[in-house]
C-alpha cells in the first residue's frame, strides 16, 4: 500500500529510493493533491515518474516538450535561429513541468532537491520512448528565483512573463469550439507541428478572432534553471549524493521543529482518503 499524504520519514536508505513511471493521468490526479501550482499537461511528449521509499510516495516528476522560445535557454545552449532546425534540435531536451515533493518530508529532507536531482537521469525513461537522446532538462521556478533548484540546477536568467495559465479551461475550449464552427484552421498538437500546442493555438484565435481580451502574457517572471542529463546508471549515485549534501543534513537541523504543513496544500483540506487514493492508483 502506497502512501501519499503526510509523509514524514524519521530514516531514510537511499537504496530504497525508486524511481517508476507513472501514466499522464495518474500524475494529474496525485499532482492536485500535491501542488498548488496549477498545472495540467500540454499536448506533445510526456513521461510522468513517482519517486518512492517503500511504501511511502516521496514526490512526483514529469518531463514534457519544451517551450519553443525562452531565449535564456537558447543562448546557453547555442540554438538555431532558424524554427525547423531548433525543433530539431529540442528533441534532445526536456522541460521539467512538475517537481513536486510530498509533505512534510519535502521540507525536512529537502525533497524538492532530490527530484530536481533525479530529473536529470531519466534519459533511459525518455531514449526508449522517443529514441533521442536527453542532454538537458530545464525548467522554471513558480516566481522569481526558486530555492528547490538553488546549487543544484545552473540559473540561467528570467522568463518574459508569457504562457496561458491564467487563461480558464473553459474559456480555452470556447476558443476552439469558435475557431471550428467559423472554419478557421486549428493548429496541430501533433508532434513535430511545434512546440506548446495550447500557446499556439490560443494566438491563432486572438489572430482571428480579433479578440484583444485574450493575451499570453501572465507577468509572472520566473526564474529559468538548467541541468545537463546525466548518465542514468550514475542514478542511484546522484540519489545517495542528494542524500549526503542536501537530506540527511537538512533533517537533522529540522527534526524537531513542527513542519508549518502536513501535505502540499498549504491551508487546503484534502478530503480524499487513503483508502480511495489506492483504489485509483
Given at each position: ?28 490526479f496525485l499532482q492536485k493533491r500535491m501542488s498548488k501550482a496549477i498545472w495540467k499537461p500540454a499536448p506533445g511528449r510526456k513521461?510522468?515518474?513517482m519517486v518512492k521509499h517503500e511504501s511511502d510516495l516521496l514526490g512526483l516528476i514529469f518531463l514534457a516538450s519544451p ?215
Amino acid at each position: 500500500m502506497m502512501k501519499y499524504q503526510n509523509i514524514d520519514p524519521q530514516t531514510i536508505d537511499p537504496d530504497k529510493i525508486q524511481v517508476s513511471q507513472i501514466d499522464a493521468g495518474k500524475m494529474v490526479f496525485l499532482q492536485k493533491r500535491m501542488s498548488k501550482a496549477i498545472w495540467k499537461p500540454a499536448p506533445g511528449r510526456k513521461l510522468a515518474f513517482m519517486v518512492k521509499h517503500e511504501s511511502d510516495l516521496l514526490g512526483l516528476i514529469f518531463l514534457a516538450s519544451p517551450v519553443i522560445n525562452m531565449s535564456a535557454r537558447d543562448n546557453i545552449l547555442n540554438l538555431s535561429k532558424d524554427k525547423s532546425e531548433k525543433g530539431k534540435q529540442l528533441r534532445n531536451v526536456a522541460d521539467l513541468s512538475v517537481c513536486v515533493s510530498s509533505q512534510p518530508f519535502g521540507w525536512r529532507w529537502n525533497g524538492g532537491k532530490l527530484m530536481a536531482m533525479i530529473a536529470t537521469t531519466l534519459g533511459d525513461f525518455w531514449e526508449q520512448r522517443y529514441n533521442d537522446k536527453l542532454s538537458h532538462v530545464v525548467t522554471t521556478s513558480l516566481w522569481g528565483k526558486g530555492a528547490q533548484y538553488n546549487k543544484v540546477y545552473k540559473f540561467i536568467g528570467y522568463t518574459k512573463g508569457y504562457g496561458h495559465e491564467h487563461i480558464p479551461e473553459e474559456k480555452y475550449k470556447d476558443m476552439l469550439k469558435w475557431m471550428k464552427d467559423n472554419n478557421i484552421e486549428i493548429p496541430s498538437c501533433s508532434f513535430g507541428a511545434g512546440s506548446n500546442a495550447k500557446m499556439r493555438r490560443i494566438s491563432a484565435y486572438r489572430k482571428a478572432s480579433g479578440d484583444m481580451s485574450v493575451n499570453l502574457k501572465h507577468k509572472k517572471i520566473r526564474g529559468i534553471y538548467i541541468h545537463e542529463a546525466i548518465d542514468p546508471l550514475q542514478r542511484n549515485a546522484v540519489i545517495h549524493k542528494w542524500y549526503e549534501k542536501w537530506g540527511y543534513p537538512r533533517f537533522t537541523r529540522k527534526v524537531n521543529e513542527i513542519p508549518p504543513y502536513n501535505n502540499g496544500l498549504t491551508n487546503t483540506i484534502i478530503d480524499d482518503t487513503q483508502e480511495g487514493i489506492e483504489k485509483f492508483l
